[in-house]
Nanobody, 118 residues
Framework: QVHVMESGGGLVQPGGSLRLSCAAS????????MGWYRHVPGNERELVAS??????????DSVKGRFTISTISRDNPPNTMYLQMNNLKPEDTATYYC?????????WGQGTQVAVSS
């Protein structure tokens, strides 16, 4: 069993930034890929970004150029993935969920709320 937990959500004004973190209870370097989805009630779940074990990243069209997914930070806590979100827009408001695919299965966090509003 692997536990995954998101943090870093909150309320931010349009144009602002947030960094979401996703901590796993197992080394993320054992994951085949990890990523973020977001969901707004009444809408379909939307892929935000993903990153493979080889470091290849993929982004949803609506966030390209504004969001960056990574597994490395200057703080470098172990087993943590990040989503740097810049130039946030009201339409980015959603619950953001982290997932991690390990050889033993796929694991999801409980979600963290992001609200973009003036």
């Amino acid at each position: 069993q692997v536990h995954v937990m998101e943090s870093g959500g909150g309320l931010v004004q349009p144009g602002g930034s947030l960094r979401l973190s996703c901590a796993a209870s197992r080394s993320i370097y054992r994951a085949t890929d990890m990523g973020w989805y977001r969901h707004v009630p009444g809408n379909e779940r939307e892929l935000v970004a993903s990153i493979s074990s080889g470091g290849q990243s993929n982004y949803g069209d609506s966030v390209k150029g504004r969001f960056t997914i990574s597994t490395i930070s200057r703080d470098n806590p172990p087993n943590t993935m990040y989503l740097q979100m810049n130039n946030l827009k009201p339409e980015d408001t959603a619950t953001y969920y982290c997932y991690a695919n390990f050889p033993i299965g796929q694991y999801w966090g409980q979600g963290t709320q992001v609200a973009v509003s003036s």
